[in-house]
């Protein structure tokens, strides 16, 4: 469920690094807003 989501993401979002089996979201990009874990 989180994986396809993460997968998803990572595709339409650039910068993204998702880890797999763990779903740890980290955000290589320099955003306004930091969010090293994303939980969907």
Do not use: Q
Request: net charge positive; charged share 40%; glycine share 16%.
């Amino acid at each position: 469920m989180a994986k396809t989501g993460l997968k998803a993401n990572g595709k339409l979002k650039k910068g993204y690094k998702f880890k797999k089996g763990g779903g740890t979201v980290k955000v290589s990009m320099t955003k306004k807003k930091k969010t090293p874990r994303k939980r969907k």
